[in-house]
């Protein structure tokens, strides 16, 4: 129950870092 909470938190930490990524170049292709 534990591991499944930490591998769940550490897919969303994971997906915003890529979220991030991804507005930062669509923003450097636009500037």
Same mark, same amino acid.
């Given at each position: 129950?534990?591991?499944?909470?930490? %591998? $769940?938190?550490?897919?969303?930490?994971?997906? %915003? $870092?890529?979220?991030? $990524?991804?507005? &930062? &170049?669509?923003?450097?292709?636009?500037?």
């Amino acid at each position: 129950m534990v591991n499944g909470q930490i %591998f $769940d938190h550490q897919a969303r930490l994971h997906s %915003f $870092d890529l979220a991030m $990524d991804v507005k &930062e &170049e669509l923003l450097g292709l636009i500037l």
